[in-house]
């Protein structure tokens, strides 16, 4: 996944709260391949109609939001199912990082897990971000994870809490794979000694090879 460190970009306001999972990505492409191009498949029922129409009134169909790179957005935001599809359609358009007052547990954890930064910040602070997103469209805001704040050009520096180990993952672009892969000699040590003191657990090698 990719790394973040610090990013400016487009941001837009969603003014919707409690957002679930099948608004994101609706199940009925849950069969798409990653390849097929998920971005095309977000917010689907949302942005376009039943004959395919981009819906005017919808944000991100707006000229000035068409290049959104961040999202600013009300309560609950992820809630439903767990699908990780949804995660992996914001992330394949190009959305770095959501801001919003809560989120989805499972959908939130699944941001760390694929580069998308979920920030929380108080639901007055979003209110005032998205009134002047609706007033500028098109501008920017800048995120810091170093700095754990966000940056908006007429009010100021919001400042956010992250882990930790959440904010390595996201700053060295390291999935659960790759971190483990990281320790993988390790892992072969403590396997060693695991079956040299417990030999009846041994797996043997035609059977572990299959």
């Known amino acids: ?6 990013f400016r970009g ?7 709260a409690n957002v679930d999972t099948g608004q994101i990505f609706p199940s009925r492409f849950l069969r798409k391949p990653r390849t097929a191009g998920l971005h095309q498949f977000l917010f689907r029922d949302l942005r376009y109609d039943e ?35 949804a995660v992996h359609a914001l992330v394949d358009s190009g959305i770095r990082c959501i801001i919003a007052p809560s989120f989805g547990e499972i959908f939130q954890l699944s ?16 209110n005032a971000l998205r009134r002047d997103l609706n007033d500028r469209p098109g501008t920017a805001l800048c995120v810091d994870l170093d700095a754990q704040s ?40 403590f396997a060693d000694v695991y079956t040299a003191k417990l030999p009846w657990n041994r797996v043997e090698p035609s059977l572990r090879d299959r």
Do not use: H
Request: charged share 30%; proline share 4%; hydrophobic share 35%.
């Open 10 to 16: 487009v941001a837009a306001p969603l003014d919707r």
């Open 51 to 85: 004959q395919g129409n981009e819906r005017p009134d919808f944000i991100l169909n707006k000229p000035a939001f068409r290049k959104t790179q961040i999202l600013v957005t009300q309560s609950n935001f992820g809630c439903g199912s767990s699908r990780e599809w």
């Open 111 to 126: 941001c760390y897990r694929n580069g998308l930064l979920p920030v929380v910040l108080r639901e007055a602070d979003t």
């Open 150 to 189: 966000v940056e908006a050009e007429q009010l100021g520096t919001f400042r956010f809490e992250i882990s930790s180990s959440r904010k390595s993952r996201l700053k060295s672009g390291l999935d659960d794979c790759a971190l483990a892969l990281e320790k993988l000699d390790a892992i072969k040590a």
């Open 1 to 6: 996944m990719s790394t973040f460190s610090r």
